[in-house]
Structures are given as structure tokens and as C-alpha cells.
């Protein structure tokens, strides 16, 4: 069984207010999901004509390029995280190796 999707479809009020996104800056606050949005619009075939050609080429490295950066941050912050467990295990190991030599060394100076 195929799932079937039905294709998103951008009007020219949504090029419009992509247009209005990049002339005001808060591109650079778009989120990933925004991003990709925008990605797929300007993907799209004659997405072009909503734009100049160099107002589109512009907007197709920048949503580019703040993708990468997004992306960037997700996987700096699952680094983050996964360092944090791998410094509490690495403390936990010390813990016990702590204890196991007490209790080596316990029989000799008792």
C-alpha cells in the first residue's frame, strides 16, 4: 500500500510574505522548520519570477546557508547532551574503580 500525499501548493500571497521575511531581516530568526519551507517555495519551477534574478538567487544561498547553520546547532546541541551522559558515565566508572581499590587495599591495613 502507497502513501498517497497531496503537493503543497504556495500562492503568490506566500512568495509575498517570503519577499517581506527577507526584506525585513527576521530570516535569520526563521527556524528550521520555516526554513525548509521556504526551501521547498523557492525550489519550486518559475519561483524565480517572484523575484528578481538576483533577489532569488540571494534568497536561495541564504535560506541555504541558515539550514546549514540550524542544522549546525541541532547536532552541536545533541553533542552537547550526549557528552553530558558520557561525562556522568566516565564519573560513575571513577566512582566504582574508587571503590573496588577500598576494597583491595582494605584487607591490608585492617
Not at 93 to 101: N, P, R, S
Request: aromatic content about 10%; hydrophobic content about 45%; some cysteine.
Amino acid at each position: 500500500m502507497t502513501a498517497t500525499t497531496t503537493p503543497t501548493v504556495f500562492t503568490h500571497a506566500d512568495y509575498v510574505e517570503l519577499e517581506h521575511v527577507f526584506a525585513g531581516g527576521d530570516i535569520s530568526k526563521a527556524t528550521k522548520a520555516e526554513l525548509e519551507r521556504f526551501a521547498v517555495m523557492l525550489s519550486r519551477p518559475n519561483a524565480y519570477t517572484q523575484f528578481g534574478v538576483s533577489s532569488f538567487l540571494q534568497a536561495c544561498e541564504t535560506v541555504r546557508t541558515l539550514l546549514i547553520v540550524r542544522m549546525s546547532e541541532e547536532a552541536n546541541d545533541e553533542a552537547t547532551q550526549i557528552s553530558k551522559i558520557a561525562l556522568y558515565i566516565a564519573m560513575a566508572a571513577l566512582g566504582c574503580t574508587f571503590v573496588q581499590m577500598l576494597a583491595a587495599w582494605w584487607p591490608k591495613f585492617s
